[in-house]
C-alpha cells in the first residue's frame, strides 16, 4: 500500500514527477530505436501523455488529430497542440522546449469535409519538417493510429510509416517506481470509493443514483483527472454483466456490483470490481457462484510470477464452453480477464482463453495488472471481483485492499437472516 499522502511537499521524497517523466520518455525512444525506427508519432491520448507528460482534456479525447505529438531520434519531443492552447503548455510544462511546442493540423476524422485533403497536406509536411530538423529525414516513421486520408497523405509525401503502437506498448508495459507509486495511489482511492459504495447502498436507491454519487465523491480527490465510469448493475444486469448503469431501483436482496472503470489520478487508471447483497443476506446459490469466481481470480494470481506466461494464468480459468455452454470463448469476453493498467486500461498483458493459450506473453517485473472473474445465473444475479497488482521480482503486490473473501452486505433489515 502507499505510504505517503497525495500532494507534493518539501520534506519527503514521495512520487517524483521528475523521474518518472525521464523514464517514459527513455522508454519510449529505447523502444523506437529497438524496432529500426527514426521517428514515432503518437496521436493516442495515452501515448501522448507518455512521451510528452501532458494531459489531453475530456473534449479532445478519443479523437486522434485534434493534438498529437513526435518524437525524432535523440530529440526532445514536439508537441502539436490544439489552436493556440500551446501558450499554455509553455507556462505549464517547461520541460518542453519552447521551440518544440507547435500547433495541430486537424481534419477531425474527415468531418473537416472536402478540406481533409488540404489539412492531411499540411500534417504530412510539418511532420517531414520535423524528421528533417532532428537529422532523420527518410528513415522509418512509427505511428499508433491512422486512417485512410493519412494513407493517402503519408504515400504522397513519400513518408515510410509503419506500426509504432507495438513498441509503445512496449513500452507502457514495464512500470518504474513512480509509476507503481501511482498505481498504489489509484488502489487506495478504490479502497475509499469501494468504502463510500458500502455505506451509501441501500434498497430504494437506483443504480444511477449510487454511480453520480461514487463520481462527485472521486471528483473531491487531488490529482483526480476523470472518471471513465462507474459502473452500477444490479440483480438480472449483472448476469450475463451487461457493464453499465441505468435508473433500475435496486430491491431488498439484490446483487449488485461497482465497478470502478478508469477512475483516472495523475493519468493512472483503475478496473476495479466489488460484490454486494444489498438489503439483507445473500441466498446460499448466490454465495456457491461467489465462491467460485473468488477461487478462480485467487487461482490465477497465484500463477502470476516473473517468468511465466499468461497461458499459466488463463489456464487456471474454465472453458467458456464447460461453464456456460458457450461454443467459442469469444462468446465470453471479458468474463475471465485480464489487462494491463497505466495510462491506458489496455496495456500489456491483456489475458484471456480467447488468445492467451496459443500466444503467451511473458510476465516481467514491473508489469502492472488487473485480473476479474464473474460467474451468474441468467437473468437473476451475476457476481464480479477484480484485484489490480504489481509483478515485483520476488512477488505480487495487490493493490485493491477492499474486503473480497465473502459477498458485501449492505443495509441489511436489522435480525434478519
Not at 494464468?313 to 467459442?328: F, R, T
Not at 503467451?360 to 489490480?388: C, D, N, S, Y
Request: aromatic residues 12%; negative net charge; hydrophobic residues 40%.
Amino acid at each position: 500500500m502507499t505510504d505517503f499522502g497525495m500532494a507534493g511537499v518539501d520534506w519527503q521524497e514521495r512520487i517524483n514527477w521528475e523521474r518518472l517523466r525521464t523514464y517514459r520518455l527513455e522508454s519510449a525512444r529505447a523502444r523506437m530505436k529497438a524496432h529500426g525506427l527514426g521517428a514515432m508519432l503518437c496521436m493516442y491520448d495515452e501515448n501522448i501523455r507518455y512521451i510528452t507528460a501532458t494531459i489531453t482534456p475530456g473534449w479532445c479525447r478519443l479523437k486522434p488529430g485534434l493534438r498529437y505529438a513526435l518524437l525524432c531520434g535523440d530529440g526532445a519531443p514536439v508537441l502539436f497542440e490544439q489552436g493556440d492552447i500551446g501558450v499554455q503548455i509553455k507556462r505549464h510544462c517547461p520541460w518542453i522546449p519552447e521551440e518544440n511546442i507547435r500547433y495541430s493540423y486537424c481534419w477531425i476524422k474527415g468531418a473537416a469535409g472536402g478540406a481533409a485533403t488540404d489539412q492531411v497536406k499540411k500534417f504530412t509536411e510539418a511532420i517531414k519538417y520535423e524528421m528533417k530538423r532532428f537529422g532523420v529525414e527518410g528513415e522509418k516513421l512509427g505511428v499508433d493510429f491512422t486512417d485512410i486520408n493519412m494513407v493517402r497523405g503519408f504515400e504522397d509525401a513519400g513518408i515510410e510509416w509503419t506500426d509504432g503502437m507495438t513498441p509503445m506498448m512496449e513500452a507502457r508495459a514495464i512500470k518504474n517506481e513512480d509509476e507503481q507509486e501511482c498505481m498504489r495511489m489509484v488502489g487506495t482511492i478504490g479502497d475509499a470509493a469501494h468504502w463510500e459504495t458500502m455505506k451509501f447502498l441501500r434498497p430504494g436507491i437506483t443504480e444511477n443514483q449510487v454511480t453520480a454519487h461514487i463520481m462527485k465523491y472521486l471528483y473531491s480527490f487531488p490529482g483526480m483527472e476523470d472518471v471513465e465510469d462507474v459502473i452500477v448493475s444490479s440483480g438480472p444486469n449483472t448476469w450475463p454483466n451487461w457493464r453499465n448503469f441505468s435508473d433500475r431501483i435496486i430491491k431488498p436482496g439484490d446483487i449488485t456490483f461497482m465497478d470502478l472503470a478508469a477512475l483516472t489520478w495523475n493519468g493512472y487508471k483503475s478496473c476495479y470490481y466489488r460484490t454486494y447483497c444489498v438489503g439483507k443476506e445473500p441466498t446460499q446459490e448466490m454465495k456457491d457462484y461467489y465462491s467460485m469466481a473468488l477461487e478462480w481470480l485467487y487461482d490465477s494470481i497465484d500463477a502470476v510470477k516473473v517468468g511465466t506466461t499468461t497461458r499459466e494464468i488463463a489456464e487456471k480459468w474454465p472453458s467458456a464452453k464447460k461453464v456456460w455452454g458457450y461454443e467459442e470463448e469469444d462468446q465470453a469476453a471479458a468474463n475471465l480477464w485480464g489487462h494491463g493498467l497505466g495510462l491506458a486500461q489496455y496495456d500489456i498483458p491483456v489475458i484471456s482463453r480467447i488468445w492467451s493459450l496459443d500466444h503467451p506473453v511473458e510476465i516481467k517485473p514491473g508489469m502492472v495488472f488487473a485480473l476479474e472473474t464473474q460467474h451468474g445465473k441468467p437473468l437473476e444475479f451475476g457476481v464480479r471481483i477484480e484485484e489490480m497488482l504489481i509483478v515485483h521480482e520476488d512477488r505480487v503486490e495487490i493493490v485493491s485492499n477492499f474486503p473480497v473473501k465473502e459477498i458485501t452486505v449492505v443495509d441489511p433489515i436489522t435480525g434478519y437472516r
